[in-house]
């Protein structure tokens, strides 16, 4: 069955600085990734996703995720956070032939300070 | 496009109550799928359509739990009977199937349900 780990349920980072949350998957094969971010009272938006056309992927509000098949990783990154990012994050991932239900990670929640 | 849309935004109910939900996708998506969420926790798959078709159930629904999407449109998720323990975020997305590893799944706004 494939799962998701998300290293730290919470980070915190100053304004300016770079955020690194960290998620590994386990798959048997190189499976679909994705990145959401949700915002308190609200649904989940979609981040960015990997679906095996290139290792780095770019997303909006300026974040990117490497996929790195030999950690079983996707760890999300953005080179200076902004208070606009304090938000819930959590990775996902489906099964390589994808379209089917995500399996999520718990979350990592992501406080920006000042 | 005007998104996925979920209603009611937030039910509070008594245990034992019957209480439903609408969600409505992104007009031309074929797929539809419901999630809850707990506090702390990340979305937990609850069921699928695609069109009209339910395709999966997790063992997370219980006989208490039907959903259904009568015209491959909107979909609605029933919980009878319900007790403290479904209290939750029920969130609803939806996805183009156009092939394969094309599906990117479209979250609503979710339904808090809080059972009293």
């Known amino acids: 069955a494939q799962s998701v780990t998300q290293l730290g349920s919470h980070v915190s980072v100053s304004e300016g600085a770079l955020v690194l949350l960290r998620c590994n998957y386990s798959s048997s094969v190189p499976p679909y990734l994705f990145w959401y971010v949700q915002y308190p009272n609200q649904g989940l938006q979609l981040l960015l996703k990997?679906?095996?056309?290139?290792?780095l992927v770019k997303g909006i509000n300026g974040f990117e995720a490497e996929f790195k098949k030999s950690e079983t990783s996707f760890h999300l990154t953005k080179p200076s956070a902004h208070m606009s990012d304090a938000a819930e994050y959590f990775c996902?991932?489906?099964?390589?032939?994808?379209?089917?239900?995500?399996?999520f990670g718990k979350g990592t929640r992501l406080s920006v300070i000042a | 496009d005007t998104g996925v849309s979920q209603d009611p935004r937030h039910k509070i109910t008594k245990r034992g109550q019957n209480v439903t939900f609408r969600c409505d996708p992104i007009s031309e998506h074929n797929r539809l799928y419901w999630y809850r969420q707990t506090l702390g926790q990340g979305p937990e798959f609850l069921t699928y359509f695609q069109n009209e078709a339910q395709l999966e159930k997790s063992r997370l629904l219980s006989d208490r739990f039907s959903a259904e999407r009568p015209k491959g449109s909107f979909s609605t998720l029933e919980i009878q009977r319900t007790e403290q323990g479904d209290s939750a975020m029920y969130l609803c997305a939806s996805s183009l199937l156009a092939g394969a590893g094309t599906d990117t799944q479209y979250f609503g706004p979710g339904t808090r349900l809080t059972v009293l």
């Open positions: 990997y679906t095996s056309a290139a290792t």
């Open positions: 996902a991932v489906s099964p390589a032939s994808g379209n089917t239900p995500l399996v």
